[in-house]
């Protein structure tokens, strides 16, 4: 955690929150479509951290809407925190490839079930690399050069797997 006493989904969040008000679900849509090809954020992260801004005074809730839907709005404080959070050394990567842990212990697969498992990935990271190509593509026609820079690391990394998927035993 930074010294800012946020996470970087936190951070993520209130970010986001900038832009405007919005629900727990309308952040997870912004966070899927604008950070999804680099950066992962599950419901339950986005719904858990909610409160947890509230309580340390970064969002307030508006009023709740359809079907209880709850509004929140980044508060100054927040906008401080986050400023903070921006300049923090951001720390380490963490790799966590499901692809590569299954790989280093590919001597407990059975016959075929590596073969499956590569074209599958295969599948994903060539999907995957066309959806952050159009994306970082349209955020270049948008005037967003930060959003496409950030795309195309998603793009390098997809470019990547694919190679070492290549070199992969049982590709």
């Known amino acids: ?6 996470n970087p989904t936190a951070a993520a969040l209130l970010g986001l929150l900038h832009e405007g008000p919005m629900t727990g679900g309308q952040l997870m849509g912004q966070a899927e479509r604008r950070l999804g090809p680099f950066w992962s954020m599950t419901r339950s992260q986005v719904y858990r951290e909610l409160p ?8 307030r809730l508006g009023k709740p809407g359809p079907r209880s839907s709850q509004p929140y709005a980044i508060t100054a404080s927040g906008k401080r925190a986050f400023s903070r959070w921006l300049t923090d050394s951001p720390g380490r990567d963490a790799i966590r490839n499901p692809i590569a842990l299954r790989v280093a212990f590919g001597e407990q697969h059975s016959e075929g079930q590596m ?12 999907a995957a690399l066309a959806s952050a190509r159009d994306q970082a593509k ?3 026609k948008d005037g967003d050069n ?4 950030a795309l195309e690391f998603a793009v390098a990394y997809h ?9 992969a035993p049982g590709a």
Do not use: D, R
């Not at 955690?1 to 946020?6: L, N, P, V």
């Not at 073969?115 to 060539?126: Q, R, S, V, W």
């Not at 470019?159 to 070199?167: D, E, F, G, Q, R």
């Open 159 to 167: 470019k990547a797997a694919l190679t070492w998927l290549k070199t």
């Open 115 to 126: 073969g499956t498992l590569i074209a599958g990935a295969n599948e994903y990271h060539t």
């Open 52 to 59: 947890a801004l509230a309580e340390m005074g970064y969002v």
């Open 146 to 149: 930060y959003g496409a820079s």
């Open 1 to 6: 955690m930074a010294e800012t006493g946020i």
């Open 138 to 140: 349209e955020a270049k």
